[in-house]
């Protein structure tokens, strides 16, 4: 039998990368990795310069990738009720792309993930110099010791896994709640915020929503749609959750209120008390305000809280590209050792897997420190923008399939199918052509658009007769 007729016959809803899990992952746990997938340091940071180049319309940037980033949550959540796998996309790819297009699906998330993974590093050793303790520390240090505390929580538990998410969830959202009252009473009061009068009249005096025009807007989107990179997490996390049904509607529906309320909440505050040429991409926007305001401290305690970000980014990125990889390991497409689990039931091969790729992160600290955050970042996007769109692929083959009488569709549905797959991905693949703005960076991102997919092509003429006769197996076992 060849490759394509036994991966076609051998395609089954189940997923032999989803036996073994612990299911302890909790609502509260599934809840709060939600809203950590949609706060980081997109926000904390990313925010200063994004208002400085774009101004208050930054908002509407912001409101507009939330909704598309909360349609891909939406149609994975509907995927996810129809089949939970900790496989996730890559599993949805393989059942209804086929092969290649799980193939594909889970190493380009890889590629996000640990390039993402090596931004996270390099970011928690710059924050960590923030404080004259650590100063003398190399950079390259710092990022291994980070590595090695997250590698090691991941390593113990999903349990304990999920309780750090937790707890960093909980200090980025009353970082921002905290924020936000202050900001309220700074505008209820006409308190003065560096010798300027809060309100309307910031935004008005200053250019008004669009000081810089539309452009700049319309540029920053690429960078906005990478703030909202990891709210899939909830996708993956569903397959170690006792009762994903309940759990994962709850969790995707509070996506979009918490987007309206974190995300563009927070840049209409920071538009309303200060004029965005205020802001910079080398400071926190709300380090900006506090400090304007006399907080003294503000630095370190907003410093600690990127910290936490960061940390959780990383912290995620390890458990997801653990079960992604085994997923893809128990269909032939990863290394074998990616599908070895521990006592605990992690999949500790694909975690180290990542943590190899990190490990490589701290090399690039170690021989270019200036210049290792920017690099991953943008390679990153390209992972993060690929997963979106093959998500919505997947999804448009479920419904079509679903219309057809082969699969039937829950409850919970992505609204306006097929109309809302293909306005997503139409605007994924024109954020990915903004990049080709930026002469500096993004050009040069895009011109490794060919040498990835060469590099994929190669890799699957290395892994496709393993995957035939894993296909073989599991028809074999089938008729048997």
Known sequence: MDTATATEVARTPADAGDAGYSKDLKARHVNMIAIGGAIGTGLFLGAGGRLH??????????????IFAFFVV???GELVLYRPSSGSFVSYAREFLGEKGAYVAGWMYFLNWSTTGIADITAIALYTHYWSLFTDIPQWTLALIA????????LISVKIFGEMEFWFAIIKVATLVGFMLVGIFL????????GTTPGPGVITDNGGVFPHGLMPVVLVMQGVIFAYAALELVGVAAGETAEPEKVVPRAVNSIMWRVALFYVGSVVLLALLLPGSVYSADESPFVTVLSKIGV??????????VL?????????????????????ATAGSAPKFTARMNRSQVPYGGILLTCAVCVLGVGLNYLMPSQAFEIVLNVASLGIISTWVIIMVCHLVFVRRARSGLVTRPAFRLPFSPVTE?????????????????AEVGRKTLLLIPVIAAMLVVGWYAVRSRVARTADRELADLTD
């Open 296 to 305: 003294e401290g503000a630095g370190d305690v907003m410093n600690l809280v």
């Open 422 to 438: 293909i306005a997503t991905i139409v605007f994924l693949l024109a954020c990915l052509g903004m990049m080709g703005n930026d």
């Open 187 to 194: 505008l209820a009061t006409q308190h003065e915020v560096g």
């Open 74 to 76: 939406r149609a994975l």
């Open 53 to 66: 180049n774009a101004g208050p319309a930054l908002a509407i940037a912001y409101l507009v990738c939330g």
């Open 147 to 154: 590595l090695a505390v997250v590698l090691a929580v991941n």
């Open 308 to 328: 936490t970000a960061a940390m959780s980014s990383l912290n995620s990125g390890l458990y997801s590209t653990g079960r992604i990889l085994r997923s893809m």
